[in-house]
T-cell receptor, first 110, second 117 residues
Framework: ETGVTQSPTHLIKTRGQQVTLRCSSQ?????VSWYQQALGQGPQFIFQ???????GRGNFPPRFSGLQFPNYSSELNVNALELDDSALYLC?????????FGSGTRLTVV | AQSVTQPDIHITVSEGASLELRCNYS??????LFWYVQSPGQGLQLLLK??????LVQGIKGFEAEFKRSQSSFNLRKPSVHWSDAAEYFC???????????????FGKGTLLTVNP
């Protein structure tokens, strides 16, 4: 049973729109990371938050942004959606050296 | 830059047969190494991890992996595969940054395992 919950599980957006994906981590997990997994690929690191501050970022443009809240929840926001943003977005949280992944949000951009 | 190579895109084995999934990494320091499993439409489940110490690591579901620094490898093994092991398997290296214990995961492209009855 995973301690990381993501919502929604699926959604469809139109190119140019904005989207917010949500993640609820386990209590005490003050580190949260977001990954993008395109079809047939391994996950790619988007960014990481520690105690509500971004402390690491992968090779993603600024239109990918995030927030982390004191209640161990977090958000991934993507502006100006492009077709290539269609992917499974995974949230992972940690209280130390191991990450627990959620089941992901499948985003389709049409 | 760190990278992970999983040379086998797809492997098919018979139920009860042994399994070895290959993983090679490129990393400048002592790596943190991981194996994850992903069932269709699901997130990633951690099978095992290596941070330091004994190079043979035991994980869940009867899996083990061996860290070989000289070969830059971290291959995953299971002596007898069950039909429920059919899934996609990802090897990953943890890349430390910013000091402390912060790290990001760099994944390979995955190996799809099919199990024949």
């Amino acid at each position: 049973e995973t301690g990381v919950t993501q919502s929604p599980t699926h959604l469809i957006k139109t190119r140019g729109q904005q989207v917010t994906l949500r993640c609820s981590s386990q209590s005490g997990h003050n580190t949260v990371s977001w990954y993008q997994q395109a079809l047939g690929q391994g996950p790619q690191f988007i960014f990481q938050y520690y105690r509500e501050e971004e402390n690491g970022r992968g090779n993603f443009p600024p239109r990918f942004s995030g927030l982390q809240f004191p209640n161990y929840s977090s958000e991934l926001n993507v502006n100006a959606l492009e077709l290539d943003d269609s992917a499974l977005y995974l949230c992972a949280s940690s209280a130390g050296f191991g990450y627990t992944f959620g089941s992901g949000t499948r985003l389709t951009v049409v | 830059a760190q990278s992970v190579t999983q040379p086998d895109i797809h492997i098919t084995v018979s139920e009860g047969a042994s399994l070895e999934l290959r993983c090679n990494y490129s990393y400048g320091a002592t790596p943190y190494l991981f194996w994850y499993v992903q069932s269709p439409g699901q997130g990633l489940q951690l099978l095992l991890k290596y941070f330091s110490g004994d190079t043979l690591v035991q994980g869940i579901k009867g899996f083990e992996a061996e860290f070989k620094r000289s070969q830059s490898s971290f291959n995953l093994r299971k002596p007898s595969v069950h039909w429920s092991d059919a899934a996609e398997y990802f090897c990953a290296v943890g890349d430390l940054y910013g000091g402390g214990s912060n790290y990001k995961l760099t994944f390979g492209k995955g190996t799809l395992l099919t199990v024949n009855p």
